[in-house]
């Protein structure tokens, strides 16, 4: 069950393990669908300032940061140039993202 509580916990953790430029959560979650705590899983991407190793590797940083979590996750990385560029494409889903998700960590 997605909570509050767990994506405060989620926040944090990621914040810990990539010390990112930004958060979002997208899905179910994020766009308010009735009963979205009951959801199942947690759509989230992060954006780092850069790569700093191959995104697979990055990836599996997060999910072992996450790995307490009972329930599914679906980690999207990019870098901020990435995002900034995709984010402009509206067939992309950074730009989704963008409009649809929420964003629940932004960097001072």
């Not at 191959?54 to 940061?65: E, F, N, P, S, Y």
């Amino acid at each position: 069950m997605v909570n509050t509580q767990l994506i405060d916990s989620v926040k944090s953790k990621l914040i810990e393990a990539y010390n990112p430029r930004a958060i979002y959560i997208f899905g179910p979650c994020a766009l308010g669908i009735p009963n979205y705590f009951d959801a199942t899983d947690l759509d989230i991407l992060v954006v780092v300032d850069k790569l700093t190793n191959t995104r697979h590797r990055m990836i599996v940083k997060g999910r072992l940061a996450l790995a307490y979590l009972s329930l599914s996750k679906d980690l999207t990385l990019y870098s901020k140039k990435e995002f900034d560029d995709l984010s402009e494409d509206e067939m992309t889903l950074c730009y989704r993202i963008t409009h649809e998700g929420r964003q629940i960590y932004a960097k001072a």
